[in-house]
């Protein structure tokens, strides 16, 4: 008996519940599920730049805003694939089984990434305002942006603060929809799913 047939075997000795794990809903039948994460701190790895110099000095840097939405969707698909081995380690799910729930699983994003056309990193006094937006980048987060409106010649710094604005609310909230078939995943909770995004832009 090969590994997968060992598996579903296992499945089967289970409770109920769990061997609905492995099953679809009925044709036409999904189950939607909203997610938010707000008020996280802004990585250089969800900015993308349409500044040719700029990959070179931030390699994490996105060059559009599709490749951070596609950069996003992964992570989400990385959390519940992460969800799934925890709750499947306690059901002894292998992880060709995991994947088969992923595969009934569709995730769409929706996030207005900072497009940075400057970047200032780590600065330790006054700078000159560059093309806008311009960002600062400290410790590979994106905590403000020099505000474009000085008078010539102005500078920005950060200590103590000149001319310095902040990062839009909209560049720092993600929203999204998992879309499932599976039966199991049809009933997990928003606030369980909720609980998972919040601690994954923790890090």
């Known amino acids: 008996m090969d590994r997968l047939a060992t598996d579903f075997l ?10 609905l794990g492995c099953e679809v809903m009925p044709p036409g039948l999904a189950r939607t599920v909203g997610f938010n994460v707000t008020g996280f701190t802004l990585p250089v ?22 490749a951070v939405q596609a950069f996003l969707t992964r992570i989400v698909m990385q959390t519940v694939y992460d969800v799934l081995q925890q709750q499947g380690r306690v059901v002894l799910l292998s992880d060709a089984i995991i994947s088969f729930i992923l595969d009934q699983l569709n995730v769409r994003i929706s996030y207005n ?14 700078f000159a305002h560059s093309m806008h937006p311009h960002c600062i980048v400290v410790r590979n987060a994106v905590t403000g942006l020099c505000l474009m409106n000085t008078a010539p010649g ?17 560049h720092k909230s993600i929203s999204g929809t998992l879309t ?7 009933y997990w909770t928003r606030e369980m799913w909720q609980a998972y995004w919040t601690e994954q832009w923790k890090h």
């Open 113 to 126: 990434p900072l497009e940075c056309k400057a970047i200032e990193a780590n600065p330790m006094g006054p």
């Open 45 to 66: 790895s969800m900015v993308y730049t349409g500044n040719p110099t700029l990959p070179a000095r931030f390699p994490s840097i996105h060059t559009t805003s599709g």
């Open 10 to 19: 296992a499945i089967q000795m289970l409770t109920i519940g769990t061997v």
């Open 180 to 186: 499932t078939t599976n039966i199991i995943m049809a």
């Open 154 to 170: 102005a500078m920005c710094q950060l200590s103590p603060i000149m001319n310095i604005g902040a990062i839009a609310g909209t």
